[in-house]
């Protein structure tokens, strides 16, 4: 995204802003890859968790051959060999929700474990207001399986020539991949920064620049956060990512509130290396912000694991995690409750995140 981008998008430092910065993010990231079966897009859960496995997300809707080939893309000479590990058990409902048209590959560029640039797909599968991925993680996929307009797509994205054919176009996105990635170190160890001062940071007076944004309470738990990143008083900050803050309608009252994720939140280092400072691969603290009168008052923390839920009622809202179910009406969560309450809507499911 262009500087000019982000400045339409952080205008003001009020808490709507942050909220729609992040929809800026989704929106100005995602590249539509048309093809010849359908204009249709992924849902809005989709194209969340494409957006946080991908910097330049492309999706292409998936489709099946009359022999029972999954490909995206104009032909099945596209098909991914990778998603041919589906367990055999989730197969035949991975091709009713794909003939449904509710089936997408997310593609995008990341750079892998060894410090080098590759195209990685994901395969997502729409379920009712959720997303589900096939995969535990992106993997690598090889540019002579990319339909043409991700191919095109991702070369627009390094400002690449895009005329030519399917073939001119993954040849030419091969050759960008192996020069990026003849001009990089292979090694991936933290840039050791010389002569650094020792620095301690003064939690209170750095999380002022959130005042106006965060209750009073959150701002209390982000300087005794900041504290902990920087236990070392090596400078080290916290860093608020653009995935840290998910806005909604929690209670149906139709004031925005806000779910604050702890995989969003990481501590950057003197070596400008990130960490995550709230959640990790068994999950992540969550901050429930509910509002009143447009005005965010109270903070309720849970420790949620990936795929546990918030859900949507008249005036509260519950917790579905795998610690338990909760209620919350305000700022005071309930008693557990042996069972999620009938009716409802999920407005938020924890997705894990790589900083």
Request: aromatic fraction near 8%.
């Amino acid at each position: 995204m262009s500087g000019g981008d982000r400045a339409v998008c952080r205008r003001r430092g009020d808490r709507v802003t942050l909220a729609r910065y992040q929809c800026c993010v989704a929106a100005i990231c995602f590249v539509a890859a048309g093809d010849a079966h359908s204009m249709e897009r992924p849902s809005p859960k989709c194209l969340q968790m494409g957006s946080e496995a991908f910097e330049n997300l492309v999706t292409s809707q998936l489709h099946m051959s009359s022999d029972g080939s999954v490909f995206a893309g104009q032909m099945a000479d596209d098909t991914q060999g990778v998603f041919a590990g589906v367990p055999e058990v989730a197969r035949g409902l991975v091709e009713q929700t794909i003939r449904d048209g509710r089936g997408w590959a997310a593609f995008g560029t990341k750079t892998n474990a060894e410090n080098r640039l590759e195209v990685q797909v994901l395969y997502l599968l729409e379920d009712g207001d959720s997303c589900v991925a096939i995969q535990r993680k992106p993997e690598r996929v090889s540019p002579i399986y990319l339909p043409e307009a991700v191919s095109r797509s991702l070369l627009l994205f390094f400002r690449q020539p895009t005329e030519g054919d399917e073939v001119e176009l993954r040849s030419r996105l091969q050759a960008f991949l192996t020069k990026t990635n003849e001009n990089r170190p292979t090694s991936t160890a933290p840039r050791v920064v010389k002569g650094g001062k020792p620095r301690r940071i003064n939690s209170q007076e750095y999380v002022r620049k959130w005042e106006g944004l965060f209750p009073a309470r959150m701002l209390e738990t982000l300087a005794r956060l900041q504290d902990t990143c920087n236990a070392r008083n090596d400078g080290s900050e916290v860093d608020l990512s653009n995935r840290f803050v998910t806005g909604a309608d929690l209670d149906g009252d139709r004031d925005e509130d806000w779910v604050a994720n702890g995989y969003g939140l990481l501590c950057t280092g003197p070596d400008g290396g990130h960490r995550q400072l709230a959640g990790d691969e068994n999950g992540a603290t969550v901050w429930i912000m509910l509002s009143n009168d447009g005005k965010l008052g109270s903070v309720a923390e849970f420790r949620l694991a990936p795929g546990d839920t918030i859900r949507r009622y008249d005036g509260y809202v519950a917790i579905n995690s795998k610690l338990g179910i909760y209620s919350l009406k305000g700022s005071a969560a309930g008693e557990p409750l042996k069972s999620v309450p009938a009716g409802g809507r999920v407005v938020f499911t924890l997705y894990r995140m790589k900083p």
